[in-house]
């Protein structure tokens, strides 16, 4: 068994906040640096990590991705992070095959980048990293993900997981204020808000592909019972399978918005979107077989699945989108999770991490090697 395990339980033990991953990203880069490679620190203004090592040789550059955050639960009332999504399992996994493939020399050609990426779960690590220009050379970008056993049992490997875009945004509805007994003088946000929610409810989009829409946020509160309150806010949850359909849906949502709320005579003050996160429905094909392939050699064909559609969001498929000409893969990993993910009581059998260090190796010896 290789150190998954080790960085694993120290990772898992602290757990930090998107863009606060101070002591987990020292951790990362002091081990990237004993193994031996050129470490950038603070991609990007953001606790984000870069490895890199060159081989000297002419050959393609090959990317692999890992996020970094832990999740925010408020438990008995107290706000505790937790890495209930398996970020700690993914670093583990990334950071020990970083090591081996310098034990080993595996790298013969071209030059390998291994990416911590902050701030997954807000949404806007990727961004940050885009910005930064680091991927900008890469030619090949593989990412992986620990799924809940409902998706994929432990020791199965998905070698391409399709996720969906997703956008979750809030509208801030104006109205106008007036005492319960004079309804005729005011405009009830509330009413405005039931109507908003009610047409985004009627939209209706091509059913072949599969997406939804729903409010997941409703506050108002004029701060007396007997007064009508000015404003509402209401936050939608928006998914679809494919970017062309979500930017079908958030037009209708909008549209649908709009006409609801105006129907009483109040109005949209502004949106407030919190993430806005396209599809991964692009994968390359060649990369994907060779996933297959490499994961077939770990856990044997029959433990393979081809292809796999989920509601989830990923920001990994901001670098996809805005590099089309990187190929890229995303790969999921069985370890047996439950409940299921972003559950404050997540559990996984980090023994099933090892799979997923010999992918990133096996794919790293076949692309440079």
Do not use: W
Not at 235 to 264: P, S, Y
């Amino acid at each position: 068994m290789s150190e998954v395990i080790k960085h694993y339980k120290y990772l898992h033990s602290i757990p930090e906040y998107g863009f606060e991953e101070v002591k987990t990203s020292a951790y990362l880069a002091e081990k990237l640096e004993a193994a031996g490679y050129k470490v950038t620190r603070n991609v990007g203004g953001t606790t984000g990590v870069v490895a890199e090592y060159d081989s000297g040789k002419p050959g393609p550059v090959f990317g692999l991705r890992s996020d970094m955050d832990a999740l925010a639960h408020v438990i008995d009332g107290k706000r505790t992070f937790i890495h209930s999504c398996g970020h700690d399992g993914h670093m583990s996994m990334l950071l020990t095959a970083a090591e081996e493939v310098m034990q080993k020399k595996l790298v013969k050609k071209g030059r390998v980048k291994f990416i911590f990426q902050p701030a997954e779960e807000l949404g806007t690590g990727a961004l940050k990293i885009l910005e930064s220009k680091v991927i900008d050379d890469i030619d090949i970008l593989v990412g992986m993900h620990v799924r809940p056993k409902q998706e994929c049992a432990a020791g199965e490997i998905i070698s391409s997981m399709l996720y969906s875009a997703t956008c979750i945004f809030k509208a801030k509805i104006k109205g106008a204020p007036a005492h319960g007994a004079r309804p005729h003088l005011g405009i009830n946000t509330i009413d405005a808000a039931i109507n908003a929610i009610v047409a985004v409810n009627a939209i209706h989009m091509d059913p072949r592909v599969p997406f939804s829409v729903k409010c997941t946020r409703f506050q108002a509160d004029a701060g007396a019972f007997n007064a009508i309150p000015e404003f509402a806010e209401i936050t939608f949850d928006m998914r679809a399978q494919n970017n062309n359909v979500m930017d079908g849906l958030k037009e209708k949502t909008i549209n649908a918005i709009e006409n609801g709320v105006a129907a009483v005579g109040a109005s949209v003050e502004r949106y407030e979107y919190y993430s806005n996160l396209p599809a991964g429905d692009n994968p390359d094909p060649e990369l994907t077989k060779l996933i297959a392939e490499c994961a077939a050699e770990i856990v044997g064909a029959e433990n393979v699945i081809p292809s796999f559609e989920t509601s989830g969001g990923e920001d990994f498929f901001v670098y996809t989108v805005n590099r089309p000409n990187i190929k890229s893969g995303f790969v999921g990993l069985g370890v047996g999770a439950e409940p299921g993910m972003h559950h404050p009581q997540m559990y996984f059998d980090p023994k099933y991490l090892e799979n997923g260090v010999q992918l990133h190796e096996k794919l790293i010896s076949r692309i440079l090697g």
